[in-house]
């Protein structure tokens, strides 16, 4: 069942002057209740754009965003309860902290939503697990933790208000592979228990192939590539007429296959090519 739908959205930068610059054209995009979509494209293709509008932060020039079938610009007057709705983590989140503890922080929202403070100490308390914020955390100042804690608690901010719809603007944008894995983990897991849908950007192929649904794919304001995973890493060449890649694991399971190696063509994963590769290698995938 489809949740969230933009129609024919157009947008232009700076119209009307010299500057004018049009970042989204003629978008049509469907996302599912309950899954994990992808966004993939390179730096100013209009993903940031895109996220902007789907909790009402940015207005189309025209077409429609469609919750549950209607339109949140309908009544701009409500478009704050959209916001409660559509969850939204800018790129570099932890630079919007600002209050003097992290269990403040994460408080901000619910507190804006008019919960009690046991509901509100509940969320924070909820929102800290599933972000990866330890509990020893909570009465430390936001201005003390490490990139990647600071990130985590940004991200727990936004699940703190419970949003049927969670989108995330590249996550784990300068994190190591650790850190990254961490922050993808608790969204698998916030969305598998909270039953949220969950959109979110980024440029790590790996990251996408193995956590996300569905991918949609942006090139120069258009969507260029919408399906499933085979349905759009099996169409390599036209990821890279446009200069995006599959995964690496996939590259090398093509060479296997090249090499004689009888490999499905649809591996999108580490997890997926060692239950392939262990069996013809005498291995136990299980083990």
């Not at 996550?171 to 897991?189: C, H, K, N, Q, S």
């Not at 649904?213 to 969507?223: H, K, P, S, T």
């Not at 446009?242 to 060479?255: E, F, K, N, Q, S």
Request: with cysteine; hydrophobic share 40%.
């Amino acid at each position: 069942m489809t949740i969230l739908e933009l129609s024919d959205v157009c947008y232009t930068y700076d119209s009307g002057t010299p500057m004018a610059h049009e970042a989204l054209s003629h978008i049509n995009l469907k996302i599912e209740k309950g899954s994990m979509t992808g966004l993939i494209g390179h730096t100013g293709c209009g993903k940031s754009t895109l996220l902007r509008m789907l909790n009402g932060l940015t207005k189309p020039d025209s077409g429609k965003i469609l919750l549950d079938g209607h339109d949140i610009w309908e009544d701009p007057k409500q478009i704050s309860a959209v916001r409660f709705r559509v969850g939204l983590v800018m790129q570099y989140p932890e630079y919007q902290l600002f209050d003097e503890t992290v269990r403040a922080d994460i408080a901000y929202g619910p507190r804006n939503m008019g919960l009690d403070d046991a509901e509100i100490a509940a969320r924070v308390a909820e929102a800290a697990s599933f972000a990866g914020v330890d509990a020893s955390l909570l009465d430390k100042s936001p201005f003390e933790l490490s990139g990647g804690q600071k990130r985590r608690v940004a991200i727990a901010g936004v699940m703190a208000m419970r949003p049927e719809i969670l989108v995330l603007d590249e996550p784990a944008a300068g994190l190591d592979p650790r850190g990254r894995e961490d922050i993808f983990e608790g969204l698998a897991r916030y969305r598998a228990e909270s039953g949220a849908t969950v959109i979110v950007v980024s440029h790590s192929m790996e990251d996408m192939a193995r956590y996300c649904d569905y991918l949609a794919v942006m090139n120069d304001g258009e969507i260029f590539l919408r399906g499933t995973q085979r349905e759009v890493f099996g169409k390599s060449d036209a990821l890279q007429s446009i200069g995006l890649d599959v995964p690496d694991i996939t590259r090398l399971c093509a060479l296997l296959r090249e090499g004689g190696m009888p490999l499905p063509d649809d591996i999108y994963t580490v997890e997926a090519a060692t239950a392939a590769i262990l069996p013809l290698l005498g291995g136990d995938a299980d083990a």
